[in-house]
């Protein structure tokens, strides 16, 4: 299983709790709001490359959505 199939839900508690749409944070990481649903919501997996873009985002270390 990928590490990065888990994380949806603290993405999205996240995302929510900065008061950020999900529009706004997929314009911001190049991703269609439709596919950043999905990341939320576990139905399609995480790319290492959009996981870095998130941490990068919300200016993170590499392991703050894993905890």
Sequence with gaps: KNLLDSIGPR?????????????????????????????????????WSVYLALLFYFEKKFHFFLA
Excluded at 14 to 29: G, M, N, P, V, Y
């Design 11 to 47: 993405i999205a508690e996240i995302r929510r709790s900065k008061k950020i749409t999900q529009e706004e944070l997929a314009s911001a990481i190049g991703v269609s709001r439709q596919t950043y649903g999905a990341y939320e919501n576990g139905t399609r997996p995480i790319p």
